[in-house]
C-alpha cells in the first residue's frame, strides 16, 4: 500500500517537559510517536513507531522504533503486527484474517520496554455519490493550442478541455482527499517542457465537495485511478495543527495515550480516467 499519508505530513512532535534551567528542551525521557492509518478494504501495513526529538535537534528524522510489541484489536480479538522489512519502524499484519470495513471499531496497543501505549479509531462511510466528469483527459501538444487560438477559440474554452472534475457529496463536517494515481504497469512520461514529479499527487484536505484535475498537473500518459478519502477528526485535528507557531511549544494535537502520534482510519471510493497526448 502507498504510504500516502506519512508523505503529506512530516510530523516531528517537540517534546517539553518539567523545564529546568539546565536544559528546558531535552525531554526527560522518550515518548513513543504513533503513525497509525488503516484503510477500508486494505492490507494494514502503514503503523510506523518513532522515538522523540528535543527541540533544537539537527537530526531530520525521528530513530525508528523497531522492538516494540504492536497489536490491533477488533471487536475483542487480537491481531499481532510483525515488524516490516528494512530499518524504518514500520509494522504490518501478516494473516489474511482481518478485514478493515465502514464502522469497525479498532484499538491500537504497542508495548515497548516500560511503556504501554494505545489509541482508538472508527473506520468511517466511504464517501457517496462520486462521480467523474469525464473519462479521458487529453494533453493538447502546443502547436494545437495555438491553431485552435487562430481560430478564434477562446483560452478558457482550451482549458475547460483540458480539465475534469471529481465530485462527491458532502456530508456536514465531513473532510476529504484526493489521490491521483497512475496505474500503468509501465507508464510513458509526457513530452513536456515542464520538470516531472511523481506519478503520484495529493490534494490537501477539504470540506469541499469537488476536485479539478487539470492535464498540466499529469506526469504520465495511460490509465489513472482518482481516490477520494474520507478523513477522521482525529487525523483533521492533527492537519490542522501542522502549522503550530514556533513560539507555541505545546504538544501537537493526539489520540494516543501514553505517547504521541495519531491513529486513524480512511475509507475511500474510486473513479478511473485515462490521460492521452494529442
Known amino acids: 500500500m502507498s504510504r500516502i499519508i506519512i508523505s503529506m505530513i512530516a510530523i ?3 517534546i517539553i517537559s518539567s523545564c529546568t534551567n539546565d536544559s528546558p ?13 488503516i484503510y477500508a478494504g486494505e492490507l494494514v501495513d502503514d503503523i510506523q513507531l518513532t522515538s522523540t526529538l528535543p527541540l533544537g535537534s539537527e537530526e531530520e528524522k525521528a530513530p525508528p522504533i523497531n522492538d516494540a510489541h504492536v497489536s490491533l484489536i477488533k471487536d475483542g480479538q487480537r491481531y499481532d503486527l510483525v515488524l516490516s522489512p528494512g530499518d524504518s519502524g514500520y509494522y504490518h499484519y501478516e494473516g ?30 466511504a464517501p457517496k455519490n462520486v462521480t467523474i466528469s469525464k473519462t479521458t483527459l487529453i494533453f493538447p501538444d502546443f502547436d494545437t493550442m495555438r491553431e485552435l487560438r487562430q481560430q478564434g477559440i477562446s483560452m ?32 510513458v512520461p509526457i513530452e513536456s517542457q515542464f520538470s516531472k514529479p511523481p506519478r503520484e499527487f495529493i490534494s490537501q484536505p477539504t470540506t469541499r465537495n469537488e ?34 507557531d514556533s513560539r507555541d511549544l505545546n504538544e501537537p494535537l493526539t ?8 491513529f486513524s482510519a480512511f475509507n475511500c471510493d474510486s473513479m478511473f480516467f485515462d490521460f492521452k497526448q494529442d
Open 25 to 37: 528542551t531535552i525531554p526527560q525521557s522518550d515518548l513513543i510517536v504513533v503513525r497509525g492509518y
Open 96 to 125: 489474511d484474517d482481518l478485514s478493515v470495513e465502514s464502522g469497525d471499531i479498532f484499538q491500537i496497543q504497542v508495548k515497548y520496554e516500560d511503556l504501554d501505549v494505545f489509541g482508538f479509531s472508527e473506520v468511517p462511510e
Open 156 to 187: 478558457d474554452s482550451i482549458r475547460a478541455t483540458m480539465m475534469l472534475t471529481v465530485n462527491w457529496e458532502q456530508e456536514e463536517d465531513a473532510l476529504y482527499y484526493i489521490l491521483v494515481e497512475n496505474i500503468d504497469v509501465n507508464p
Open 12 to 14: 516531528i512532535f517537540i
Open 255 to 262: 489520540n494516543i495515550e501514553g505517547g504521541l502520534g495519531v
Open 211 to 244: 476536485y479539478t484535475v487539470n492535464a498540466m498537473m499529469m506526469t504520465h500518459l495511460g490509465k489513472h485511478i482518482v481516490k477520494v478519502f474520507r478523513v477522521n477528526q482525529e487525523y483533521a485535528d492533527l492537519y490542522q495543527s501542522r502549522n503550530q
